[in-house]
């Protein structure tokens, strides 16, 4: 008696085809940024990055329009592995302050070891950074998509990254009630990263000395009258 088949579900042969398609992706981001970290970004050709990571030419551009959308999707990855990482310990109780140092800490050293690559990363960002009225707007966030190197998602995906330590911060009393920290949150991503394409930084120490003096900057009318974190600063 022979044995019957198994049945298939086109369910879940769609969901194999898409983790598939994903793995794929995440393959392709991950082997065009190693060599972008090694040679940079201009020495690096798309046959060198379809070999690397075993797809044809021809599928490299199926998935990503441009060297920059690979370098941006490999970046937004770890972005997004900071935010969990951040999201994590706020739950877990941790001082908001103490993320939030660990957060850019992080993003710092990032900065310096690749600073190669932050020309390409930052131009994308600062050329599609979202207004927050945008951000609540799917439908207007969407239509940026098409800019280049898709710099809409990925200043979306590092402003998610800072917005919840700073709401962290302001459910503790350290910001006003009254604060936008939707804003905040666009407005120190912007300062960030333009420290990191002008403060001809030497070193993680000095990029986040710089960070913080623009933090200091633009908080300084955020921060509660009363909180620690403004004491902080006058002194």
């Given at each position: 008696?022979?044995?019957?088949?198994?049945?298939?579900?086109?369910?879940?042969?769609?969901?194999d085809?898409?983790?598939?398609?994903?793995?794929?992706?995440?393959?392709?981001?991950?082997?065009?940024?190693?060599?972008?970290?090694?040679?940079?970004?201009?020495?690096?050709?798309?046959?060198?990055?379809?070999?690397?990571?075993?797809?044809?030419?021809?599928?490299?551009?199926?998935?990503?329009?441009?060297?920059?959308?690979?370098l941006?999707?490999?970046?937004?990855?770890?972005?997004?592995?900071?935010?969990?990482?951040?999201?994590?310990?706020l739950?877990?109780?941790?001082?908001?302050?103490?993320?939030?140092?660990?957060?850019?800490?992080?993003?710092?050293?990032?900065?310096?070891?690749?600073?190669?690559?932050?020309?390409?990363?930052?131009?994308?960002?600062?050329?599609?950074?979202?207004?927050?009225?945008?951000?609540?707007?799917?439908?207007?966030?969407?239509?940026?998509?098409?800019?280049?190197?898709d710099?809409?998602?990925?200043?979306?995906?590092?402003?998610?990254?800072?917005?919840?330590?700073?709401?962290?911060?302001?459910?503790?009393?350290?910001?006003?009630?009254?604060?936008?920290?939707?804003?905040?949150?666009?407005l120190?991503?912007?300062?960030?990263?333009?420290a990191?394409?002008?403060?001809?930084?030497?070193?993680q120490?000095?990029?986040?000395?710089?960070?913080?003096?623009?933090?200091?900057?633009?908080?300084?009318?955020?921060?509660?009258?009363?909180?620690?974190?403004?004491?902080?600063?006058k002194?």
């Amino acid at each position: 008696m022979r044995a019957a088949r198994p049945r298939l579900y086109p369910e879940r042969v769609k969901v194999d085809r898409q983790e598939q398609e994903e793995a794929r992706r995440d393959r392709i981001a991950r082997a065009a940024f190693e060599l972008f970290a090694r040679s940079g970004l201009d020495a690096i050709s798309a046959q060198d990055i379809a070999r690397a990571a075993y797809v044809s030419r021809t599928n490299l551009y199926r998935y990503y329009p441009s060297k920059v959308h690979m370098l941006l999707a490999h970046f937004e990855k770890a972005v997004q592995a900071s935010r969990d990482d951040a999201l994590e310990r706020l739950r877990a109780g941790a001082n908001p302050q103490q993320v939030w140092d660990k957060v850019t800490a992080r993003m710092a050293d990032l900065g310096v070891r690749y600073r190669h690559l932050v020309g390409a990363v930052g131009q994308a960002v600062l050329g599609a950074s979202p207004l927050p009225a945008e951000r609540a707007a799917p439908a207007r966030t969407e239509a940026r998509l098409d800019l280049p190197g898709d710099g809409m998602r990925t200043a979306l995906t590092l402003a998610a990254l800072v917005e919840p330590v700073l709401l962290a911060m302001q459910s503790q009393g350290r910001l006003r009630p009254e604060a936008n920290v939707n804003m905040l949150s666009v407005l120190l991503v912007d300062a960030f990263i333009l420290a990191l394409l002008h403060g001809g930084h030497r070193d993680q120490r000095d990029v986040l000395r710089d960070w913080q003096d623009r933090f200091s900057l633009l908080m300084h009318g955020a921060l509660a009258p009363d909180s620690a974190a403004h004491h902080d600063l006058k002194s």
